[in-house]
């Protein structure tokens, strides 16, 4: 989600209206463990899905990746990474991974909290002066999403400056000022609403806790020690190379236009991070199983809870939809789906040069359909969402 502004994930996009009563996570059953074979014939299947999403969506260019151990790989890209030249996509491309970065973000809290330097019932005002409800909200509901704050992505002066100014750089403060000046959406602990201002609170704990940067500290303490060589936490508009240009419709006319250098900065440690396919396909592993922190705070960081999305619970920075463990990310130009499925150890990446909508729902989600139905239909991929009134 980020670069951007708001949701499941997304930039300007919210979650689906919750139903009567939020839907139950659908777990993993004792007879859903299978991953079918990548054989010729289901990659067939596979290029014929991924391109009829690329052509239904109007998607320029994407990587997909699968695996699962006695199952084969699968990896592969489509289409274009620049319309101008027509370069072709290829695995080595760095990418903005939008709300990904958020699963990076919450492991350095979890980190601190192994090393006994915060506690996850923390409340937010030991930390960060002048939050509302600062004395109630934890870093755990912070974290799943239920503090009430204000979206700061979902307000309209930002949206306006945001679109108008492109490139202009941001600061943490001005982010979680916006939000402060609106009122609190509902008391802590009482719904879930998918909130970038969290992420963005959860950053400032780690950097004063952690006693550096966030991007220091990231690099240091989650980024090299999971093996990760081409994932960075950037601290302005720079983007290396070689990498994808995205194109979005997020933009001050709504018309198509190329984003690829378009300043990170307003997602910071809700979305700012840049990353490879090989990459991604390594951290959806670490991040699924645990390898960076105990087995008792990755226990409670998989202990997901309801969300208003059927079939999606949410932990601690981490949905688990249908079984698929992981995030989402989206912002303007680029969206990207890093996810692990246990009952398969199969996982699943997928990264687009594009954030636009079809019909209402983020590509990456088409995608994740697309490829599930095929790979594990017992635990197809869905995570839908609806267009904010902004946009």
Same mark, same amino acid.
């Given at each position: 989600?980020l670069?951007?502004p708001?949701?499941?994930g997304?930039a300007?996009?919210?979650? @689906?209206? =919750?139903?009567?009563?939020?839907?139950p996570?659908?777990?993993?059953?004792?007879?859903?463990?299978?991953?079918v074979?990548?054989?010729?014939? @289901?990659?067939?299947?596979?290029?014929?899905?991924?391109?009829?999403?690329m052509?239904?969506?109007?998607?320029?260019?994407?990587?997909?990746s699968l695996?699962?151990?006695?199952?084969?790989?699968?990896?592969?890209?489509?289409g274009?990474?620049?319309k101008?030249?027509?370069?072709?996509? +290829?695995?080595?491309?760095?990418? !903005?991974?939008?709300? @990904?970065?958020?699963?990076?973000?919450?492991? =350095?809290?979890?980190e601190l909290?192994?090393?006994?330097?915060?506690?996850?019932?923390?409340?937010?005002?030991?930390?960060v002066?002048?939050?509302?409800?600062?004395?109630?909200?934890?870093l755990?509901?912070?974290?799943?999403? !239920?503090?009430?704050?204000?979206?700061? *992505?979902?307000d309209?002066?930002?949206f306006?400056?945001?679109?108008?100014?492109?490139?202009?750089?941001?600061?943490?403060?001005?982010?979680i000022?916006?939000?402060?000046?609106?009122?609190?959406?509902?008391?802590p602990? =009482?719904?879930?609403?998918?909130?970038?201002? +969290?992420?963005?609170?959860?950053?400032?704990?780690?950097e004063?806790?952690?006693?550096?940067?966030l991007?220091?500290?990231?690099?240091?303490?989650?980024?090299e020690?999971?093996g990760l !060589?081409?994932?960075?936490f950037?601290?302005?508009?720079?983007?290396?190379?070689?990498?994808?240009h995205?194109?979005?419709?997020q /933009?001050?006319?709504?018309?198509?236009?190329?984003?690829?250098?378009?300043?990170?900065?307003w997602?910071?440690?809700a979305?700012?991070?840049?990353s490879? %396919?090989?990459?991604?396909?390594?951290? =959806?592993r670490?991040?699924a $199983?645990g /390898?960076?922190?105990?087995?008792?705070t990755?226990a409670?960081?998989l202990?997901?809870?309801?969300?208003p999305?059927?079939?999606?619970?949410?932990?601690?920075?981490i949905?688990?939809?249908?079984?698929?463990?992981?995030?989402?990310?989206?912002?303007?130009?680029?969206? *990207?789906?890093?996810?692990?499925?246990?009952?398969a150890?199969? /996982?699943?990446?997928?990264?687009?040069?594009?954030?636009?909508?079809h019909?209402?729902?983020?590509? *990456?989600t088409?995608?994740?359909q697309?490829? $599930? !139905?095929?790979?594990?239909?017992?635990?197809?991929?869905? %995570?839908?969402?609806?267009?904010?009134?902004?946009?």
């Amino acid at each position: 989600m980020l670069a951007v502004p708001v949701s499941a994930g997304s930039a300007f996009s919210t979650p @689906v209206a =919750a139903p009567a009563a939020y839907a139950p996570v659908l777990a993993p059953s004792a007879t859903n463990g299978e991953f079918v074979e990548l054989t010729p014939a @289901v990659e067939a299947r596979l290029d014929q899905a991924i391109q009829d999403v690329m052509r239904e969506a109007q998607v320029p260019g994407a990587m997909v990746s699968l695996s699962a151990p006695g199952k084969g790989e699968y990896v592969k890209t489509f289409g274009i990474a620049d319309k101008t030249t027509e370069a072709p996509m +290829n695995t080595d491309l760095y990418m !903005r991974i939008g709300s @990904v970065t958020k699963t990076f973000t919450v492991t =350095a809290l979890l980190e601190l909290v192994d090393q006994g330097k915060v506690g996850l019932d923390d409340t937010i005002d030991k930390y960060v002066d002048g939050v509302p409800n600062g004395d109630r909200i934890t870093l755990r509901q912070l974290a799943e999403m !239920r503090s009430g704050l204000f979206n700061y *992505s979902a307000d309209e002066g930002f949206f306006k400056d945001l679109t108008s100014d492109p490139e202009r750089a941001w600061t943490p403060q001005q982010l979680i000022d916006i939000s402060f000046k609106h009122p609190v959406n509902f008391q802590p602990g =009482a719904e879930f609403e998918y909130c970038n201002t +969290n992420l963005v609170l959860l950053g400032l704990v780690v950097e004063k806790a952690g006693g550096q940067p966030l991007n220091d500290f990231l690099q240091k303490n989650v980024i090299e020690p999971a093996g990760l !060589r081409h994932t960075v936490f950037p601290t302005d508009a720079a983007f290396p190379t070689p990498h994808a240009h995205g194109y979005t419709n997020q /933009t001050a006319t709504g018309q198509v236009e190329d984003s690829t250098d378009w300043n990170p900065s307003w997602g910071w440690a809700a979305g700012a991070m840049i990353s490879q %396919l090989e990459d991604l396909r390594t951290w =959806a592993r670490v991040l699924a $199983t645990g /390898t960076l922190l105990t087995p008792e705070t990755q226990a409670q960081r998989l202990d997901v809870i309801p969300t208003p999305i059927p079939g999606a619970g949410y932990g601690l920075g981490i949905f688990n939809v249908r079984g698929w463990i992981g995030h989402n990310g989206s912002l303007p130009g680029y969206e *990207s789906l890093v996810v692990y499925l246990p009952v398969a150890r199969a /996982t699943m990446v997928v990264m687009l040069n594009t954030d636009i909508l079809h019909d209402g729902v983020e590509p *990456s989600t088409l995608f994740g359909q697309a490829i $599930t !139905r095929i790979v594990s239909p017992e635990h197809v991929y869905n %995570l839908p969402v609806t267009p904010s009134p902004k946009t």
